[in-house]
Nanobody, 125 residues
Framework: QVQLEESGGGLVQAGASLRLSCAASGRIIRSYAMGWFRQAPGKEREFVSVISPNGGITYYADSVKGRFTISRDNAKNTVFLQMNSLKLEDAAVYYC??????????????????WGQGTQVTVSS
């Protein structure tokens, strides 16, 4: 079982940038897709982005496309989410997740078997 720990969240003004990191331990993640999800207060957890095991394929939610960039460093067992031009509606707890099947890149929550505890992103006007 892989353990995931997110970091990099915080309070920023609208228009600013943040870079989230997700450090994995307990399992080498290079064979698994890695994703980011988020959950705002009173809302369901939603898909943000996913990256394939070798990093060659990425998908984004329409709401973040062009502003967020997912990347991974398999040598360091780490995944990143660069968030630029943050909007008030990006405020949420952001969760890192590891794919449940090797070499499969899905976008649904059921495609991910391990989750981090989340990191809070707050955006002020």
């Amino acid at each position: 079982q892989v353990q995931l720990e997110e970091s990099g969240g915080g309070l920023v003004q609208a228009g600013a940038s943040l870079r989230l990191s997700c450090a994995a331990s307990g399992r080498i993640i290079r064979s698994y897709a890695m994703g980011w999800f988020r959950q705002a207060p009173g809302k369901e957890r939603e898909f943000v982005s996913v990256i394939s095991p070798n990093g060659g394929i990425t998908y984004y939610a329409d709401s973040v496309k062009g502003r967020f960039t997912i990347s991974r460093d398999n040598a360091k067992n780490t995944v990143f989410l660069q968030m630029n031009s943050l909007k008030l509606e990006d405020a949420a707890v952001y969760y890192c997740a590891s794919g449940s099947r090797s070499y499969y890149t899905g976008q649904g929550q059921r495609d991910f078997g391990s989750w981090g505890q989340g990191t809070q992103v707050t955006v002020s006007s």
